[in-house]
């Protein structure tokens, strides 16, 4: 097997094969290859099989194997390698060696020049939200039923009780009633849904499943199996307000309590992760702190939208491929002539907003002063018309008006390479400020 | 005059339907959300989606599918036990009809994804 490589890519779901294509798509003669642990390609889109993927990017409304198959048809056409069934052990991000295992080739070490990080995220558990009660079986996170129900062809249960409103959970209760399920409740500790509006309509409404806001599961009842929940309301502190108990008969419980970038590798080889996002701190290229190695999708921060995975990991894969061109010409085998010496912009979080990315610009690396940098965040409570302020410490250089902002759906906003010169400065904080 | 979420995209616009107004709709950010409002008030459609059970080399696996136009919402829940009685035997290719006109709609579901042996 090949072992040499311009561009390796970890990950083979959405971002693994956008970024791959994007790397072809700059220059077609770059070898890649897409290195993934499940059976075939195409990551957690395979078991979301309701619509409503793809009406940024293709401008129609697709199922998540529909969306899958286009991108599954790309790297086919693009000649790009793909070993499915193999696990990355270790990724030495200095030296850009790569050690995987299969069952065919055995433990293998493939060298490349640029790195992909598209790994994905994992579903938070009741472990890491301490549900107290019993241990029966039963309760599920809504990604893990998602699977059983829709790919192995296993029911979950028949009464089931969801706690999270995010998208998934949301989702499954459509999926769960249509597949004969009796869902008795989506249970959310926050006074509004983490999910989207037009989910909160068409999977709870069009079903009648009451949603509880301001209120969480407290007890977990059975013993070999979920016999019932505890549900009680929760303070504005989240904390459980006494004597506001019910209990729920049901034999299911399913958890759709938020997702965790996937970094486990990134970790182990040392990379630079921003508490924030648990991704990797990423410059405006989508490059991490270490040269030559990109990450996108939500391994490096978790989105609302697999099209705009999708535009994100183009991009990385844009930059990958510059990376591995530049490398390729360069006979000196240290980074230092690919070292940036200009000025470097950190954008910090501040005022309601939990995270940025990128965290860094490299102001040079922007073309022309009319280019822009996109800057993605969240914020950490709905507001109703407010407006995002770009501040150096002493002034507000530019504000974005919002009728509102979520939590639940990610904020864009551009900033121009002008603007970003004219402000003097190598700190830009983003905050929100409500407007009367 | 109702309120309603549009559902059509991802944004969820709230929209206001004026019934006695010829069915206005405000509050729409695009000319789909215009027509969803006024379908959702006289004949609310919902495009569905499930699985059904394939057998190829002797294994059975699910296939994705989905309805190829939206069907009036009331029927959403028959139509989904329509596809228990279905077991594909051969390969399929995305967008194949796996089940035809359900319930005399002219609307059939097809396969969202491919699958070979």
């Known amino acids: 097997m090949k072992t040499e490589y311009d561009v390796v890519v970890i990950g083979g779901g959405p971002a693994g094969m956008g970024s791959a294509c994007g790397v072809k798509e700059k220059d077609s003669t770059l070898s890649v290859l897409i290195l993934e642990r499940d059976s075939t390609l195409g990551g957690i889109l395979n078991q979301c099989i309701h619509n409503g993927f793809g009406l940024h990017y293709f401008g129609e409304e697709l199922t998540g194997p529909e969306y899958a198959e286009r991108f599954i048809n790309r790297v086919k056409e693009n000649a790009i390698d793909v070993l499915t069934n193999t696990m990355v052990l270790d990724i030495d991000l200095e030296n850009k060696i790569i050690t995987v295992i299969n069952k ?3 433990l293998v070490r493939i060298k490349s020049k640029a790195i992909i990080l598209s790994m994905g995220c994992r579903e938070r558990s009741r472990g890491a939200i301490n549900i107290p009660g019993d241990r029966p079986s039963g309760v599920f996170t809504a990604g893990t039923a998602q699977r059983y129900i829709n790919m192995e062809g296993f029911m979950v249960g028949k009464e ?41 309509v068409q999977c709870l409404n069009d079903f009648d499943i009451p949603l509880y806001l301001s209120h969480t599961v407290t007890k977990i009842i059975g013993k070999e199996r979920v016999e019932a929940v505890e549900i009680s309301e929760v303070d504005k502190t989240n904390k459980v307000i006494e004597g506001t108990q019910q209990i729920l008969k049901c034999d299911t419980v399913l958890l759709s309590v938020g997702l965790i970038p996937e970094n486990e590798l990134s970790r182990n080889a040392g990379l630079k992760i921003d508490p924030h996002t648990n991704g990797a701190y990423v410059y405006e290229n989508m490059e991490t702190l270490s040269s030559g190695v990109f990450a996108c999708g939500n391994a490096l921060h978790v989105h609302d939208l697999v099209d705009y995975v999708t535009a994100e990991s183009i991009r990385a894969g844009h930059s990958a491929a510059e990376y591995a061109i530049k490398k390729g010409n360069n006979t000196d085998d240290s980074n230092n002539s690919l070292d940036y010496k200009g000025t470097v912009v950190s954008l910090k979080a501040t005022d ?39 501040k150096t410490k002493n002034s507000v250089i530019t504000s974005f008006k919002r009728l509102q902002t979520v939590p639940g759906e990610m904020e864009k906003i551009s900033l121009s390479k002008k603007l ?17 | 005059m109702t309120n309603l979420i549009c559902i059509v995209c991802p944004r969820g616009c709230h929209l206001t339907v004026d019934e006695k107004n010829g069915y206005k709709v405000t509050g729409n950010g695009c000319p789909r959300g215009e027509a969803y409002g006024k379908n959702e008030l006289i004949n609310p459609l919902r495009t569905v989606t499930a699985t059904v059970k394939i057998e190829l080399s002797g294994s059975v696996k699910y296939c994705p599918v989905k309805t190829s136009a939206p069907i009036p919402k009331k029927m959403v829940m028959d139509s989904v036990n329509l596809l228990k009685n279905v077991k594909l035997k051969k390969p399929v290719k995305l967008g194949d009809t796996v089940l035809e006109n359900i319930f005399d709609t002219g609307v059939n579901y097809i396969a969202t994804k491919t699958m070979e042996a």
């Open chain 1, 104 to 106: 065919k080739n055995g």
């Open chain 1, 160 to 200: 089931v009780v969801i706690l999270g409103s995010g998208d998934i959970g949301l989702i499954m209760a459509r999926r769960l009633t249509l597949s004969g399920a009796k869902v008795l409740a989506c249970v959310e500790i926050c006074p509004y849904s983490n999910g989207l509006n037009r989910n909160i």
């Open chain 1, 352 to 390: 309601g907003v939990r995270y940025t990315v990128p965290q860094f610009i490299r102001i040079d690396n922007i073309g022309a002063l009319n280019d822009k940098v996109d800057v993605f965040f969240r914020v950490g409570q709905p507001h109703k018309m407010c407006e995002i302020q770009v």
């Open chain 1, 420 to 436: 970003l010169l004219d402000s003097e400065t190598d700190e830009i904080l983003i905050g929100i400020k409500d407007l009367d």
